[in-house]
């Protein structure tokens, strides 16, 4: 069973330009959580979605970023007109959730945006 | 989400027990306690969770006071390869649509 995977590893993007970032939960997973992490801090979530519904996007940035989880395909975690701020980790978490699962979170291995 | 509080930075020795602890005072009845390992460069991975008293899994034990107040992550007869972030989280992870804030981390350092 793959785990949860995440592309691209690493994005450049100038300033202004467009970064979309991607997800693929594990098999069977139905919710996906974005986190973004700074240099040397702690994970900060972003949003949780299920199959084409967004369900807590409380931790989104109001403007700039959108993200989405269709019914066929990857989650995608979209920024629009980078800046140099954005420059951080992006994890994503897949979880089966649901009667009789721990609730555990299965990360991928980060997408590593650089703002240049 | 309850706050939780740990230690920065931890140092051990090869083959010593490391206890780390998390203080979350304002836990909540329907709060769990999960710990997760993060390696620099990768997504953190999960390592234990609990409720109440103790869980021990293949890993690590975890250890629960009855008042919850604080919960105490055990690492037995670490080695060079557990040096990494560990991270405390509390809270009801099946109404709070299971996000969790990471916090800081406590940086274990095992040297030989």
């Known amino acids: 069973n793959a785990g949860v995977m995440q592309n691209p590893r690493h994005l450049v993007r100038r300033r202004g330009q467009e970064a979309r970032l991607r997800c693929s939960p594990m098999k069977g997973h139905s919710h996906v959580y974005w986190y973004r992490q700074l240099p040397e801090e702690g994970l900060k979530f972003m949003v949780y979605?299920?199959?084409?519904?967004?369900?807590?996007e409380s931790g989104m940035p109001k403007e700039r970023f959108s993200a989405e989880f269709p019914k066929e395909g990857p989650s995608i975690l979209r920024i629009q007109q980078v800046v140099r701020g954005d420059s951080a980790a992006y994890f994503c978490a897949s979880s089966p959730r649901g009667q009789g699962h721990s609730y555990e979170q299965y990360f991928g291995p980060g997408t590593r945006l650089t703002v240049t | 989400l309850a706050k939780t509080t740990q230690p920065i930075s931890m140092d051990s020795y090869e083959g010593q027990e490391v206890n780390i602890t998390c203080s979350h005072n304002?836990?909540?009845?329907?709060?769990?306690i999960t710990w997760y390992q993060q390696f620099p460069s990768q997504g953190p991975r999960f390592i234990i969770q609990?409720?109440?008293t103790k869980v021990t899994n293949e890993v690590a034990s975890l250890f629960i006071p009855a008042d919850r107040k604080s919960s105490t992550l055990s690492l037995p007869r670490v080695s060079l390869s557990d040096t990494a972030v560990y991270y405390c989280l509390v809270g009801d992870m099946r109404t709070n649509a299971g996000k969790s804030t990471f916090g800081d981390g406590t940086t274990l350092t095992v040297k030989p």
């Open positions: 304002n836990i909540a009845t329907n709060d769990y």
């Open positions: 979605l299920q199959k084409e519904n967004i369900i807590d």
């Open positions: 609990g409720y109440k």
